[in-house]
């Protein structure tokens, strides 16, 4: 099992840019979930699904999109980049909303 | 709204020293994680703690729940250098979202530095 799979693993965006973080799980998880991790700080959950077609906000939503289409795939959308997006992003995926979450490599973007 | 909050945030520690990790939470929760990571890396899960006076234990590494006292430890048993590490605790925010999601709220971490 590769387990959690995020691309790309670095990227710099412009200002207004936008891309789509890629993250793949192959352990057949319901829950799936975008963090993102600001330095010396926690992590923060930018949205979650509880499965395919179900998809819903978390702390810090603003700016993002997701989407879940299939079990496996649940990308993250950035419109119109900013600074304040310059993070690392991690994304997770559970068996249960009470299991622990495993964890991807994590994506660092800069936005310039 | 719920607060997660570790102290000590920075732990310079001897090798062969015992310490603990505190994490404590603002409203009721009864599950609780804790979470390890390296440098640059991801997060590694530690334990999951889902009930009161869950204890668990790994190696030299303690962890425990007092949901009424919103409060866990994490204790560390004779540290060695492997341990140097950042130590986070996440809390499911279920009183937020109006039943479980899974949606956790993070502390800052606990940076650990073991020194020979």
């Known amino acids: 099992n590769a387990g959690v799979t995020q691309t790309p693993k670095f990227r710099i965006l412009k200002i207004g840019q936008s891309m789509t973080l890629q993250c793949t799980q192959d352990m057949n998880h319901n829950y799936m979930y975008w963090y993102r991790q600001d330095p010396g700080m926690g992590l923060k959950l930018i949205y979650y699904s509880v499965g395919a077609g179900i998809t819903d906000k978390g702390e810090v939503p603003n700016g993002y999109n997701v989407s879940r289409s299939t079990t496996e795939d649940f990308p993250l959308r950035l419109e119109l980049a900013a600074p304040s997006q310059t993070s690392v992003y991690f994304c997770a995926s559970s068996w249960t909303a009470y299991n622990e979450q495993f964890f991807g490599p994590g994506t660092r973007l800069t936005v310039l | 709204e719920l607060k997660v909050e570790q102290n000590p945030l920075f732990l310079s520690m001897q090798e062969g020293k015992n310490y603990t990790i505190y994490c404590n939470y603002s409203?009721?929760?009864?599950?609780l994680y804790w979470y390890r990571q390296d440098p640059g890396k991801s997060l590694e899960s530690l334990f999951v703690?889902?009930?009161?006076?869950a204890v668990k234990q790994e190696g030299r590494l303690m962890a425990s729940l007092d949901t009424k006292a919103r409060l866990s430890t994490l204790h560390i048993t004779a540290a060695v250098h492997d341990l140097s590490a950042t130590y986070f605790c996440?809390?499911?925010?279920?009183?937020?979202?109006?039943?479980?999601?899974?949606?956790?709220?993070f502390g800052k971490g606990t940076k650990l530095s073991v020194k020979p």
């Open positions: 996440a809390v499911d925010s279920e009183v937020n979202y109006g039943g479980s999601q899974g949606n956790l709220i």
């Open positions: 409203t009721t929760s009864d599950r």
């Open positions: 703690l889902l009930s009161n006076g």
